[in-house]
């Protein structure tokens, strides 16, 4: 599909890229004018796409480089973490957002007005409604997390950016983040504002839990529940309450596919995550960390309908620590950190609401 050119410039890999514009000329080309025309093509390859000019907004992201010649003024966003960015910021181009087959999205309570009526349905954070996308025309899509593998697809429909990122110190993401945006939509005063204000209530949590002793966090999904060490997927609570991880780092992870069900391997896995979790545990923590997958995705209880409180208070292997009882459990909000990720509001609460629990704790 071919985009306006006031919107795109310079990604060859659009479809609607094309390195020299015009049609061909079926006409004799005199000698001259072929000289000049090989000269052209010469500079051409020698200085690749065509740079960015002045006014042009130049967005870095993890697919690459996306060049847009005005502030984008309607924007699918597939990334909750951006949401959450863009609403700080008090951007409101947002005009298309994930809110699955029942047309309700599962967003937190403080961006939840993005499930009105007035936002498109634009899929979900796996799938993208390809149709409705083009039927929205956004001038700019952003994807990031689940939904990055799709950035194809829907850069085939309008310029997109990918906010995913490898680097694992969240409270560094959320505030490059939160930057790259504010340039993009013209509010960087605002960005840095809020930047400043992150950055500075990061420096009183990680002040106040540098005297806290150890930290242990737990992720409760199903029925079950995990240690999850620095480097594992949740590991950066560590590093983002600035607390002293009651367990080492975990091994690399080899990539691939999880072992199928009722294999010797997923057998192997289980009987891992049972030792890891007795031996985190055996450390006695002075603070346990709690991440709630089943509250993240609507179903507080596990299947057996206990909730997170109860199942930890029924595990002798907690109970006997230290943290709990001292009352030292720390309950993640778990929309925050399952769903949003690197959102500066998101975060900024949660490092109020650890920064609270540690100074009462004491």
Not at 24 to 51: F, N, Q, R
């Amino acid at each position: 599909m071919s985009r306006p050119a006031s919107f795109f410039k310079g990604r060859p890999e659009h479809p609607s890229f094309h390195p020299h514009g015009g049609t061909e000329s079926t006409m004799p080309v005199l000698p001259d004018t072929l000289m000049k025309v090989g000269s052209a093509i010469l500079l051409a390859v020698a200085c690749g796409p065509a740079a960015a000019t002045a006014g042009d907004i130049v967005i870095t992201h993890a697919k690459g480089e996306t060049v847009l010649k005005a502030t984008p003024r309607k924007v699918a966003v597939y990334d909750l973490a951006t949401l959450d960015i863009l609403n700080a910021l008090g951007v409101n181009a947002v005009a298309g957002v994930p809110k699955g087959t029942e047309g309700k999205g599962n967003f937190p309570p403080y961006i939840s007005k993005y499930g009105d009526a007035r936002y498109q349905n634009v899929g979900t954070l796996f799938e993208p409604d390809l149709a409705a996308l083009k039927a929205l025309g956004p001038d700019l899509i952003v994807v990031g997390g689940r939904s990055s593998r799709k950035y194809a697809d829907v850069n085939a429909i309008a310029p997109t950016i990918d906010m995913s990122s490898a680097e694992k110190d969240l409270a560094a993401v959320t505030i490059a983040n939160t930057r790259k945006l504010g340039s993009a939509f013209g509010v960087s005063d605002r960005a840095e504002k809020r930047v400043v204000a992150f950055e500075t209530l990061l420096s009183s949590l990680h002040a106040e839990a540098a005297g806290a002793g150890t930290g242990l966090l737990l992720f409760a999904a199903g029925d079950g529940m995990a240690v999850h060490a620095p480097g594992d997927r949740f590991g950066h609570v560590y590093d983002f309450a600035g607390i002293r991880p009651a367990v080492p780092a975990a091994e690399p992870t080899p990539p691939g596919p999880r072992p199928a069900a009722g294999s010797p391997e997923a057998e192997a896995a289980r009987k891992q995550r049972q030792d890891t979790l007795a031996a985190g545990l055996a450390s006695d923590p002075t603070w346990i960390f709690v991440i709630d997958r089943n509250a993240a995705t609507g179903n507080g209880a596990s299947g057996n309908g206990e909730t997170i409180a109860a199942r930890l208070g029924a595990n002798a292997d907690v109970t006997a620590t230290t943290a709990w009882k001292a009352g030292r459990v720390i309950y993640l909000d778990p929309k925050t950190w399952y769903l949003v990720g690197a959102g500066i509001d998101a975060l900024s609460q949660s490092a109020r609401e650890t920064l609270a629990a540690l100074r009462a704790g004491k």
